[in-house]
């Protein structure tokens, strides 16, 4: 699976890491929901770990297209959320 | 994946395809697509720009701010040699506050140095997927029929789109970051036309309401150290007393 960091770039990961990733992810946004700035924060270092210890960067030249695409790594706990009361990181 | 991951893609992911939506056949799509890189960059290297800009504003004010502190602590000593106490205490409550607008300062100009670099770094990488691109479209005309050519351009044109819509939303958030920051330089500014960070020569005698706030402001214990430190200083070589020094060489 591709994996995109917004705003750094495109990670290949192999596709066994998706159900951890998303495992991942429902908790942290179960822990923006709790108001748990602490546990998401956490949450969110466990998924760019994953992604840095798992990932090999694509090279520039390389077209693919994302399985799954992350908010930039240094997403605040107000931006994510926003991201899900429907306003979106960055509004249209 | 209704996450975070998932929100992200399908944010990146719409507008990927209002981009590519337009285009009828795969010839129109490399040409509207590249039409659309061409204005990216230009629009990458705006971003850019304007976060130097503001960049450089807050520096100016940052070395600004740091004449005013040296001169501050200047006139506290020379005022305490004086045995004008109260002068000192003015003057130091005005450092204080001038250091803790230099940290934040400081702070912000090293965020903007990070958005610099990354956004740069970022322009790079799109001018290298646009030129594979260009390279892959003329692979493909040659190589494959019709049908299979438009699928074959529409996965390289996903994959250059997503770096598109995914630097403009970089792009997005750094104007957000830079916007607040000019917000914030205009209140420091303000700050400073409205003497706060003035010497305490050029003001008149009496307690002013800037100096009030200024007391609510800055620390009271902070200060008084620091004035007990300058008193330590000063008993060893209490002899002489220089005139309080006149605010005429204001930088």
Excluded: C
Aim: charged letters at 35%; glycine letters at 8%; zero cysteines.
């Amino acid at each position: 699976m591709i994996v995109r960091i917004s705003g750094e770039g495109q990670f290949r990961l192999p596709d066994e890491d998706a159900a951890r990733l998303n495992e991942l992810d429902n908790r942290a946004v179960a822990a923006v929901e709790q108001g748990d700035e602490h546990g998401f924060m956490e949450l969110w270092a466990q998924m760019l770990d994953l992604v840095a210890r798992d990932g090999n960067r694509l090279a520039d030249d390389e077209l693919e297209e994302s399985d799954v695409i992350l908010p930039p790594r240094d997403v605040s706990f107000e931006e994510a959320q926003g991201e899900f009361t429907g306003e979106g990181l960055i509004p249209d | 994946m209704p996450g975070l991951a998932g929100r992200m893609s399908t944010v990146v992911k719409s507008k990927i395809s209002r981009m590519l939506d337009r285009a009828e056949d795969p010839g129109e799509t490399l040409d509207y697509g590249y039409q659309k890189q061409v204005e990216m960059l230009q629009n990458v290297k705006k971003g850019i720009a304007d976060v130097v800009t503001a960049k450089k504003r807050l520096q100016m004010q940052s070395s600004k701010l740091e004449q005013q502190v040296v001169k501050l602590d200047t006139q506290a000593r020379q005022a305490l040699s004086q045995g004008r106490d109260d002068l000192a205490r003015m003057a130091l409550e005005r450092k204080t506050l001038a250091q803790t607008e230099l940290q934040s300062l400081d702070s912000q100009i090293k965020e903007l140095e990070g958005q610099q670099e990354q956004l740069t770094a970022n322009e790079q990488k799109l001018r290298t997927k646009i030129e594979a691109f260009r390279t892959k479209k003329e692979v493909i005309k040659a190589q494959y029929s019709a049908a299979e050519a438009q699928v074959k351009i529409s996965d390289a044109a996903h994959g250059v789109g997503e770096e598109m819509a995914d630097l403009g939303l970089a792009m997005q958030r750094a104007e957000d970051k830079t916007e607040q920051m000019r917000a914030r330089a205009s209140a420091v500014e303000e700050l400073e036309e409205a003497g706060t960070f003035d010497d305490i020569t050029q003001l008149g005698s009496g307690e002013d309401d800037l100096d009030r706030q200024l007391k609510q402001l800055t620390s009271g214990a902070q200060v008084d150290d620091e004035l007990a430190k300058m008193r330590a200083e000063l008993g060893q070589g209490g002899g002489e007393s220089p005139t309080l020094e006149q605010g005429k060489e204001n930088a």
